[in-house]
């Protein structure tokens, strides 16, 4: 059991660059989300997935697509990097059943290192 | 004003000592409270999870919330060198809400 897999671990881009970060879950979880955590910012919300087939923006949508391929599978796309995009990104995952108390535990992945320069 | 605020540290503590490590927030709809930890280079990881007020415990963790100063804690008795770590407050109003998370505040045991 991965739990949450994340790809790649590290990654450097130019300004204009695109790429994909992709996100994966074994653990039959709804709910997916991708989050950027910079410092004294804490985990800043960009895109969720409450089930597949639904995407909805966050807090810090700007710049940034996500797909969500399948239950399992939740990508993050930057068309045209920029260096305020340099941060780390977590993907996480929740399952409980809706309404309950554990419904929004999330479980996170160990996250992308992105430099954009 | 942040919705939800923790004081970023660093905090350093010998091995033994209890850490206190606390959160405020202004949003009062807010019911579901918990403490996630991180370590260096890693994802956050659930640590404690309480609805409403009062205290809950685990361990050498106890997790404390008081709504009517929006104010939320958790302590750490026989703090280990294990413990060092980033802990982010998070909270959510009702169960189809999204988490809100603190800033985290970075501790050290020092053994």
């Known amino acids: 059991n991965a739990g949450v897999t994340q790809t790649p671990k590290f990654q450097v881009l130019k300004t204009g660059q695109s790429m994909t970060l992709q996100c994966a879950q074994d653990m039959n979880h709804n709910s997916m989300y991708w989050y950027r955590q910079d410092p004294g910012m804490g985990l800043r919300l960009i895109y969720y997935s409450a089930s597949e087939g639904t995407t909805d923006k966050g807090e810090v949508p700007n710049g940034y697509n996500v797909s969500r391929l399948n239950k399992r599978e939740f990508s993050l796309r930057l068309e045209s990097a920029a260096p305020s995009q340099t941060s780390v990104y977590f993907c996480?995952?929740?399952?409980?059943?809706?309404?309950?108390?554990?419904?929004?535990?999330?479980?996170f992945g160990p996250g992308t290192r992105l430099t954009v320069l | 004003q942040k919705e939800v605020e923790q004081d970023p540290g660093p905090l350093s503590v010998p091995e033994g000592a209890i850490v206190s490590l606390n959160c405020t927030y202004s949003n009062s709809a807010f019911q579901y409270f918990m403490w996630y930890r991180q370590y260096s280079r890693k994802g956050p990881e659930l640590l404690m999870y309480t609805y409403s007020s009062g205290n809950k415990e685990d361990g050498r963790f106890t997790a404390q919330v008081d709504k009517s100063s929006k104010y939320i804690s958790l302590f750490i008795r026989d703090s280990q060198p294990s413990d060092s770590a980033t802990y982010l407050c998070a909270m959510r109003g009702t169960s189809y809400d999204k988490v809100i998370f603190g800033p985290g505040t970075s501790l050290s045991v020092i053994p």
């Open positions: 996480a995952s929740s399952g409980g059943l809706a309404g309950a108390p554990n419904y929004n535990e999330q479980f």
